[in-house]
Nanobody, 123 residues
Framework: VQLQASGGGLVQAGGSLRLSCAASGRTYTPYTVGWFRQAPGKEREFVAVVLNSGRVTNYTDSVKGRFTISRDNAKKMVYLQMNNLKPEDTAVYYC?????????????????WGQGTQVTVSS
């Protein structure tokens, strides 16, 4: 599966952004999609994950209640709605896919990655 992330930008603290991840290729096989982020000088970290059904999600603690991950399999799209953004959310955000039905929160499990989209939150 190939992925393309978009939707990043510059926003003030407290603002919102919606990231999109478009999938193509072998999308008929069930796959889990995760969002990860990497800030300058830091390791890539897990943000959110959604299973193929779209009904099961998981989030890192720092974004719970602020971010929502969803997917539209008919459109082959996964979204990350980010509300009440904070300066510490500033990072390059990546979507990633892994074939299977697990709730994968570790980056090394994912075989397919989008190119990343920059999110900058000003204080």
């Amino acid at each position: 599966v190939q992925l393309q992330a978009s939707g990043g930008g510059l926003v003030q603290a407290g603002g919102s952004l919606r990231l999109s991840c478009a999938a193509s290729g072998r999308t008929y096989t069930p796959y889990t999609v995760g969002w990860f982020r990497q800030a300058p000088g830091k390791e890539r970290e897990f943000v959110a994950v959604v299973l193929n059904s779209g009904r099961v999600t998981n989030y890192t603690d720092s974004v719970k209640g602020r971010f929502t991950i969803s997917r539209d399999n008919a459109k082959k799209m996964v979204y990350l709605q980010m509300n009440n953004l904070k300066p510490e959310d500033t990072a390059v955000y990546y979507c990633a896919a892994a074939y299977g039905l697990g709730i994968y929160t570790v980056a090394r499990v994912y075989d397919y990655w989008g190119q990343g989209t920059q999110v900058t939150v000003s204080s």
